[in-house]
């Protein structure tokens, strides 16, 4: 039952988002980087749980929107730093309205209370899943 319903709540989630031509995979990525800071790429990817192969073919298109930008690190040309820029904020801000859109979807018939205490269900079940057996956060894509 939640394998069914986490992909039903996915497939929502990605049709909201196909509005914006992205993935719910962009949307991951733009909120990594809503702090405004650099992040340097392969910790990004770790952060994140993402393959540093497929981060790299997420942030291409990010990048050709003039979403995100991406450059060398001043210390050392193997690093790529990526933020997130001003039109990448302003996106992120749309993105966040569609989710929040689609989890009103989701829990639409819900009360406040019983929302509540989904949230807190999901979370125990997350917390059982979220890290491999050797301590290392989970690959969720």
Do not use: C
């Not at 406040?112 to 997350?126: N, P, Q, T």
Request: neutral net charge; charged residues 30%.
């Amino acid at each position: 039952m939640i394998a069914s319903v986490g992909n039903a709540a996915a497939l929502a989630f990605e049709s909201a988002l196909g509005a914006e031509d992205l993935h719910p995979r962009h949307f991951a990525v733009l909120r990594g980087l809503r702090d405004g800071e650099e992040h340097a790429q392969q910790q990004l990817a770790s952060s994140l749980g993402i393959p540093a192969s497929r981060l790299v073919g997420l942030l291409s298109l990010l990048i050709d929107r003039g979403l995100v930008e991406r450059r060398e690190s001043p210390n050392d040309a193997r690093v790529k730093l990526v933020r997130l820029r001003e039109e990448g904020r302003v996106e992120l801000e749309k993105l966040i309205g569609l989710a929040g859109a689609s989890e009103r979807r989701l829990t639409a018939g819900l009360t406040a209370e019983d929302k509540s205490e989904l949230r807190r269900l999901l979370g125990i079940v997350y917390e059982n899943v979220a890290v491999e057996p050797e301590g290392r956060p989970a690959r969720v894509w």
